[in-house]
């Protein structure tokens, strides 16, 4: 039998199928008593040292940009307490998002791994992955891996590269852009392109708030802008995301063009980025006149970011780019240049 060496980890629960129970109904549902969780896997005591902390009790669908903000604050205020990672316990539907999110917060001195993990099946489903991931993630959390990643399956991947795949199957996720980090087997074997914990390291430099206001729309063949177009003048909506077509093409010819609307809303301070309809394998940098047309009216494209990251940094930079002031050409122009700059490995 392997001997485990056992790492001290933090374990956040937060909620998902990792810890629902069944009603009588069939109905899943978060526990009345997080505390319930611990009873998923008590071997977990044997394979490290850990404190528990039932921060949120929810299914993911529900969390928001303020929960985001509560995870990353909650690893932050214990990143000295001798912790040799973090596991974060979280629903799969906004897992992406959130580890995304708690990413960009905690920004490029981490260094140590912060790891999401959840389960298509509730843990009463003996053959499904509730125990199995949860230990798993346990295992990732006590190597030498500085970032936030999310543990599923037989993998390992960067949390902002990650997307949900599939609603039943045991590879729920995958990182279409990006290798994953590292394969779970006997041993986790750590790929090249991990970020890996450094012996000097400056102290993080906590940055979790997330801007609301932002809608996102995607494109369907004869989409009227006319629908949308309140939203110029809606004080509420911050910024928008359109996904466009293909490599980031939009009708340029009326009557519905989008051109003069993504030049009205980013002279109003409220920039429009491009994120993809599809799996971000793709550059969104179109070399057509459709995508050029958008471009040169102010759109932000977002390279091979999965949409899921787009939109967490979108809200992201929108918080901090309103701390800069009201000016609306320097806040769009701001936003464009944080969507440029690459903070922690999200698009290449
Ligand atoms: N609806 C659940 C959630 O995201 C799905 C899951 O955890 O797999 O919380």
């Not at 997307?163 to 039943?168: F, H, I, V």
Request: aromatic content about 10%.
């Amino acid at each position: 039998m392997t001997a485990y060496k056992k790492h001290k980890i933090c374990l956040i629960y937060t909620g998902g199928t990792i810890g629902m129970h069944r009603d009588i109904n069939g109905t899943l549902r978060p526990p009345g008593n997080p505390a319930y969780f611990l009873e998923i896997a008590p071997e977990l005591r044997e394979s490290a040292e850990f404190d528990f902390v039932p921060l949120l009790n929810k299914d993911s669908a529900n969390m928001n940009p303020g929960d985001w903000g509560i995870i990353a604050k909650t690893i932050y205020e214990r990143r000295n307490n001798g912790y040799s990672g973090f596991v974060v316990a979280h629903g799969t539907d906004t897992m992406h998002f959130s580890a995304s999110a708690v990413a960009f917060a905690l920004g490029k001195n981490l260094n140590f791994p912060v790891v999401f993990t959840g389960s298509q099946t509730a843990p009463d489903v003996l053959h499904g992955d509730a125990r199995i991931n949860l230990l798993r993630a346990f295992k990732v959390a006590g190597t030498d891996i500085a970032e936030v990643v999310i543990c599923f399956g037989d993998y390992v991947f960067r949390g902002c590269r990650a997307q949900k795949k599939d609603e039943r199957r045991f590879d729920a996720f995958e990182s279409p852009s990006f290798f994953p980090l590292a394969h779970i087997t006997e041993n986790i074997i750590i790929n090249d392109i991990a970020m890996k914990r450094k012996t000097k390291n400056e102290d993080i430099d906590l940055k979790n708030d997330f801007s609301g206001g932002i809608i996102q729309i995607p494109l369907i063949p004869g989409l009227e802008p006319e629908l949308l177009l309140h939203l110029l003048y809606d004080d509420k909506c911050k910024g928008i995301i359109l996904q466009p077509f293909g490599a980031g093409n939009v009708p340029n010819e009326s009557p519905c063009s989008w051109v003069d609307f993504i030049e009205e809303s980013t002279m109003r301070g409220k920039p429009v980025l491009f994120a993809g309809q599809f799996s971000a394998n793709a550059t969104l940098h179109s070399s057509y006149a459709t995508g050029k047309a958008a471009i040169d009216a102010g759109a932000v494209p977002t390279g091979n970011m999965t949409s899921a990251c787009a939109a967490v940094k979108f809200r992201w930079a929108l918080a901090q780019a309103e701390k800069t002031g009201s000016d609306k050409k320097a806040k769009s122009e701001k936003i464009r240049e944080m969507m440029n700059t690459v903070y922690i490995g999200e698009f290449n």
